[in-house]
């Protein structure tokens, strides 16, 4: 579907630059995943190098003004482009909840005392969190360029490889079968895990705009 009106985006001055701003969402987004990560997991400080709420504030202005962008085109375009406006409003506000949620892992980073360790679901939990990072870079490689054939393969890859693996870590966690990890450290890796499969989710539900039409959008092909 996205892949249809993609040109159509790129002619109107409006809807491109509505567009760019998606993009540059998207990187900064991949930025905050990546020091939210850092800060959780390999600092006992979670310093970072970065204003993660001052870029969390940019995201969500650039949200409102895609959707002012979009409203602006339409109000005097005409009625053959709502289905595109449409597609475009929901991927932005998948761009913005994954910002939340890298916020969210940096405000637990802040207040776990040390960096954070799994015990004895460690490697499952590094397994999750390595393939939610690698999921979302390749998500915005087929975004932004248009790849068909790339979404199609990501697609299937989050059921699978990050939703039922993430469940069964916060089932552990709920059912107290993870002994050696103190209340707080059970907590927080239930958390992440949690965390770590909304943010796959909304790259899930990103990447089918690619291969869907609006109205399965978030759904398989």
């Known amino acids: 579907m996205f892949k249809q009106i993609f040109n159509m985006f790129k002619s109107d001055s409006l809807y491109e630059q509505a567009l ?3 993009h540059e969402m998207l990187d900064i987004d991949l930025t ?11 600092s006992d400080s979670a310093d970072i190098n970065i204003d993660i709420f001052s870029m969390d504030k940019k995201i969500n202005a650039f949200e409102r003004d895609v959707r002012r962008k979009v409203m602006t085109h339409l109000a005097v375009g005409g009625k053959e482009d709502i289905g595109s406006g449409l597609v475009l409003v929901s991927v932005v506000i998948d761009i913005e909840r994954i910002g939340d949620y890298t916020k969210n892992i940096y405000d637990m980073a802040v207040h776990h005392p040390k960096k954070l360790n ?12 390595k393939i939610s990072f690698k999921l979302f870079e390749d998500t915005i490689d087929a975004f932004k360029n248009q790849d068909i054939e790339k979404a199609r393969g990501l697609m299937g ?9 993430s469940d069964a870590i916060t089932n552990d966690v709920i059912a107290g079968k ?8 059970a907590s927080a890796v239930g958390l992440y895990a949690r965390y770590l499969k909304r943010i796959a989710a909304h ?3 990103l990447i089918s705009s690619v291969v869907n039409p609006f109205e399965k959008i978030g759904y398989p092909e």
Do not use: P
């Not at 905050?32 to 390999?42: D, G, N, P, V």
């Not at 993870?178 to 450290?185: A, P, Q, W």
């Open 118 to 129: 799994g015990g004895s679901v460690e490697d499952r939990l590094a397994e999750i969190e």
């Open 157 to 165: 890859y989050y059921k699978e490889n990050v939703s039922t693996q």
């Open 203 to 205: 790259s899930r539900n």
């Open 32 to 42: 905050m995943f990546k020091a939210s990560i850092e800060s959780l997991r390999k």
């Open 20 to 22: 760019g701003e998606c």
């Open 178 to 185: 993870i002994g050696d990890l103190d209340i707080g450290n």
